[in-house]
């Protein structure tokens, strides 16, 4: 069995950073790309980055240069570096990953950016 857990969430004031990690346990054979999420109430789930197992990244447009996507392969684990946080990135933020050819989710963590 796949477990992911989350860590590193929680308050911070804007122009704030957070650092969010996600390590993978189990029986694990491969992992390919990991990624993150996040999801508001009454909105969709929305992509925020990912990376391939090359370390290849991608983001979202509205977020390039504030978050910072990274893994390390031998701890099995991704994080997510946040800076320059505002507001609207108040959001629950889920970790994805492709391992064993099938995607696994954690459980979310919040993240929440006030004053």
């Known amino acids: 069995q796949v477990q992911l857990v989350e860590s590193g969430g929680g308050l911070v004031q804007p122009g704030g950073s957070l650092r969010l990690s996600c390590a993978a346990s189990?029986?694990?054979?491969?992992?390919?790309?990991m990624g993150w999420y996040r999801q508001v109430p009454g909105k969709e789930r929305e992509v925020v980055a990912s990376?391939?197992?090359?370390?290849?990244?991608n983001y979202a447009d509205s977020l390039k240069g504030r978050f910072t996507i990274s893994r390390d392969n031998a701890k099995k684990t991704v994080y997510l570096q946040m800076n320059s946080l505002k507001p609207e990135d108040t959001a629950v933020y889920y970790c994805?990953?492709?391992?064993?050819?099938?995607?696994?989710w954690g459980r979310g963590i919040q993240v929440t950016v006030s004053s």
């Open positions: 189990g029986s694990i054979f491969s992992i390919d790309r």
């Open positions: 990376v391939t197992s090359g370390g290849s990244a």
């Open positions: 994805m990953t492709y391992i064993n050819t099938r995607s696994y």
